[in-house]
């Protein structure tokens, strides 16, 4: 057993805190409350005469609500306790098991409640189990009982109750995609290729100028027939900049972005890799790399030339 | 009227009640039960700590299985033991359908009925109510 493990087990047949008193006695306010919200419309909780027509003293409290008599209300439960924290909470967060749900209630109901009733709460640990895999995550199930006094002392209700202390699961969201570039027919032949790995370039079929961002027409002699080459893969940064603000989550801040010159001497805006914005400059000898982002998108990125054998 | 003893049968099953789950309703009901845990009221920090939104809490479940039985046994029942095991949690907009049987009944006047409550995702509550009804057996 893990020295953790024990100190949790030690914790078994224990009381939780101390025992707790209500902070008002049994009352109808709270009782009118209560009834209201759970839209129970049996009459014996608010109706004197109809409660005792069924042959109670008078209006009792809803056998539910016992546990909201003795509920620490609504300060205690927002600020830090000055009392100290609760241990146990703090030994199970120790282990990381930082969130809680309620699985099991289990009342045994001795007498009904009435106005004027003060209830107190004592709980003892009843079981801790071995760390389990849940829905909500990785958590031990806490047993407990507890037992509800009125001021005489007597027992009104005991309640086996169980909780789960959990490891909130990581709901990292996953990184949104890159923005998609606006493919036309004008265009489609380059990102295709770059799906490929390849780098292309348009060429005018009759003056057999290089021309880039893709067009319909040369803008050398005005054709519109074009073929295209692929590129060594090599050239040098022309310009860049690089983005602080503002963010978009597809990518990793900050971001360079450079116009990149081809040996060929055409240009195209691009992302660097393998080095730090700091250390960008133009002039800077580049080769292509690739990248995929997503399984629609591949995309050409240039890294420093002398990073190339590496 | 409150239902007698002799008037129930083991097997006899409960007419269902629907509880349409507002945003309002998971919070008003957890405050009347002076529960104040923000996974209850407060949304984004309901989804930090693992859940999907806020939801009801088990006090709640507690107070909405009390609320079925007694109003089909009648204002005379006195309500003798709540046992539930919550499942699928009860999130804003969904609806809770809530079902009933008669399981047992022993000589001294108690009735127990096996109750559950469903939503859309699943079993929210499963469990049993002991009622004491009045009657010559009780």
Not at chain 2, 65 to 85: E, F, L, N, S
Not at chain 2, 88 to 106: E, H, I, Q, R
Request: aromatic content about 6%; some cysteine.
């Amino acid at each position: 057993m893990s020295e953790y493990e024990e100190r949790l087990q030690a914790w078994v047949g224990r009381p939780v805190g101390t025992v707790r008193t209500g902070q008002d006695p049994v009352n109808v306010p709270m009782i009118r409350h209560w009834v209201e919200a759970m839209e129970d419309g049996n009459p014996v909780y608010l109706d004197e005469a109809a409660a005792r027509a069924t042959g109670r003293e008078g209006v009792v409290a809803p056998a539910s609500m016992i546990q909201a008599w003795t509920m620490r209300g609504y300060a205690a439960s927002v600020r830090e306790d000055p009392a100290g924290p609760d241990e146990l909470t703090d030994l199970l967060a120790e282990g990381g098991y930082t969130s809680v749900v309620a699985t099991d209630s289990e009342f045994e109901f001795h007498r009904e409640l009435v106005p004027g009733d003060r209830v107190s709460v004592e709980e003892t640990v009843d079981s801790i189990s071995p760390e389990k895999n849940t829905a909500l995550g990785a958590g031990r199930f806490v047993s407990t009982v507890k037992t509800y006094r009125d001021a005489s002392g007597e027992v009104v209700a005991t309640q086996r109750w169980r909780l789960l202390r959990f490891r909130p699961e990581d709901k990292a969201e996953p990184k949104p995609l890159r923005p998609r570039p606006a493919i036309n027919s004008d265009n489609a032949f380059w990102f295709e290729a770059a799906r490929e790995h390849k780098l292309v370039i348009q060429r005018c079929a009759d003056c057999k100028s290089l021309r880039h961002p893709p067009g319909p027409c040369c803008p050398q002699c005005g054709s519109f027939d074009w073929d295209t080459v692929e590129a060594q893969g090599e050239g040098h940064v022309y310009s860049y900049v690089v983005n602080h603000h503002p963010r978009h989550p597809a990518f990793d801040y900050p971001l360079v972005v450079a116009v990149v010159e081809l040996t060929e001497g055409t240009r195209l805006i691009t992302n660097m890799t393998g080095v730090a914005p700091q250390d960008v400059e133009i002039g800077m000898a580049v080769v292509v790399d690739w990248i995929d982002p997503d399984p629609d998108l591949s995309l050409p990125v240039f890294r420093p030339a002398e990073n190339k054998e590496r | 009227m409150s239902r007698s003893f002799e008037d129930v049968s083991v097997g006899e099953e409960l007419p269902e009640l629907s509880i349409p789950l507002t945003r309002t309703m998971i919070v008003a009901t957890a405050l009347a039960s002076r529960d104040y845990q923000d996974v209850h009221h407060d949304p984004s920090l309901a989804v930090e700590r693992g859940s999907k939104d806020v939801f009801m809490n088990i006090l709640t479940t507690n107070g909405l299985v009390d609320r079925y039985v007694t109003q089909w046994a009648g204002p005379a029942a006195v309500v003798k033991a709540i046992r539930i095991r919550l499942g699928a949690p009860n999130y804003p907009g969904d609806t809770m359908l809530l079902t009933g049987t008669v399981s047992a009944k022993d000589d001294g006047g108690r009735v127990e009925i096996k109750v559950r409550g469903t939503n859309a995702i699943g079993p929210h509550v499963t469990g049993t109510v002991v009622v004491q009804l009045q009657g010559s057996g009780a």
